[in-house]
């Protein structure tokens, strides 16, 4: 096995499971595939691939383990409540849920379990996974490509992965923190106003 193969097999590993961080690791194969040490469509089908197929297995997982997930997921209130909210935007908004939660941190895993928790339907819940994976994929990969055709030398290439990393992390919380601004606001203004008090 050449040394191409070893590369798009930790690929796999690293974009399989869904509680690797591994935005660097994508991006650097797209600098890579700039470079010429792999092949770009191959790079983006077996990335594609591998990640919806992880999906799909943290989906059964939560559908075949239903009240262990809870429970696991239940220790910390933070994950309990993002269980709460998926589950909700599931039911509230269906695919668009689906692919929206892929780009929260830890969502990518936690929306799975959910999905399979609540018993959403599975085609559904594919078509939400091809899609959110194809995007992260296209624009991870594509930054990483970009970079490394602009890199002056080999040494920059290096620095490519965690900066997408971080681009997309410091994007992803921004996008959470107007989402959340804008819920808040929504919230507050349902509320019931006071009636002004009546004069003795």
Do not use: K, Q
């Not at 961080?21 to 191959?42: K, T, W």
């Not at 559904?124 to 890199?151: D, K, N």
């Not at 919380?173 to 003795?200: K, L, N, Q």
């Amino acid at each position: 096995m050449d040394s191409t193969h070893w590369i798009y097999a930790l690929l796999v590993l690293a974009t399989l499971p869904p509680m690797v961080p591994n935005s660097a690791l994508v991006a650097g194969a797209g600098a890579m595939a700039a470079a010429g040490g792999l092949s770009l469509p191959f790079l983006v089908l077996v990335l594609l691939a591998s990640t919806v197929v992880g999906d799909l297995g943290v989906f059964w997982a939560g559908r075949r383990s239903s009240g262990r997930v809870v429970a696991w997921l239940s220790r910390r209130p933070g994950r309990r409540s993002m269980l709460e909210r998926t589950a909700a935007g599931l039911e509230r908004h269906g695919v668009p849920s689906v692919i929206a939660v892929r780009f929260v941190p830890g969502g990518r895993g936690v929306g799975g379990l959910t999905a399979g928790v609540v018993g959403y339907p599975v085609r559904s819940y594919l078509l939400g996974a091809v899609i959110a994976e194809a995007v992260f994929v296209s624009y991870t990969v594509g930054l990483g490509y970009l970079g490394g055709r602009f890199a002056m030398d080999g040494v920059a290439r290096w620095f490519i992965g965690p900066l997408v990393s971080l681009l997309v992390a410091g994007a992803v919380s921004a996008v959470r923190r107007i989402a959340r601004g804008r819920r808040e606001e929504a919230e507050r203004s349902e509320e019931p106003e006071e009636p002004d008090p009546v004069p003795p």
